[in-house]
């Protein structure tokens, strides 16, 4: 069973940055592929970013260039450092983290981008 936490989240106005972090109990956290995900109020979960367990990344076009996924295996964490934050970046942010056939998810953090 792994644990995630996820931390970070918080009221921003527009133009800003927020770094999230996700700190996973995993014991072999480097072989997980880990994610992050969205969810705005009556609107689906959506993915923002994906790294592999090679560190190769993917990010969703609504954020790119503006969003960063990255992951520190030493310290059990994975980052989203997201800069220029708009309005409709608004949402609770899940973390996720995949491997064969077992995957798991955070609590969320609320991200609230506004005036």
């Known amino acids: 069973q792994v644990q995630l936490v996820e931390s970070g989240g918080g009221l921003v106005q527009p133009g800003g940055s927020l770094r999230l972090s996700c700190a996973a109990s995993?014991?072999?956290?480097?072989?997980?592929?880990l994610g992050w995900y969205r969810q705005a109020p009556g609107k689906q979960r959506e993915l923002v970013a994906l790294?592999?367990?090679?560190?190769?990344?993917n990010t969703a076009d609504a954020v790119k260039g503006r969003f960063t996924i990255s992951r520190d295996n030493a310290k059990n964490t994975v980052y989203l450092q997201m800069t220029g934050l708009k309005p409709e970046d608004t949402a609770v942010y899940y973390c996720?983290?995949?491997?064969?056939?077992?995957?798991?998810w955070g609590q969320g953090t609320q991200v609230i981008v506004s005036t």
């Open positions: 996720n983290a995949v491997t064969g056939s077992e995957t798991y």
């Open positions: 995993a014991s072999r956290f480097s072989i997980y592929a």
């Open positions: 790294i592999t367990s090679h560190s190769r990344t």
